[in-house]
């Protein structure tokens, strides 16, 4: 598993109950991950990215991947 892959599921299950929202990220260097707000107002059933939070990830680089977790399903990536 990558580094980023670790970080995609250590904020997915930080999030538990709610669903996880971030970017993947293209740096000079390297993939990162950049967890998100979920600003929805069912957060358990849905999700909503913070603006803020969507142009911090676009300022640190090209948004490569948009990645979200479903807390009722099993934890992996698809």
Do not use: K
Not at 11 to 37: D, K, L, M, N
Not at 53 to 59: F, G, I, K, T
């Amino acid at each position: 598993m990558t580094q980023t892959e670790s970080a995609i599921l250590a904020h997915a299950r930080r999030c538990v109950p709610a669903e996880s929202c971030g970017f993947v990220v293209r740096t000079p260097e390297g993939e990162r991950y950049i967890p998100c707000v979920n600003i929805s107002a069912e957060p358990e059933a849905y999700f909503r990215i913070a603006p803020e939070d969507w142009l911090r990830a676009e300022m640190q680089g090209e948004i490569v991947a948009l990645v979200h977790s479903h807390p009722g399903g099993l934890p992996w990536l698809s």
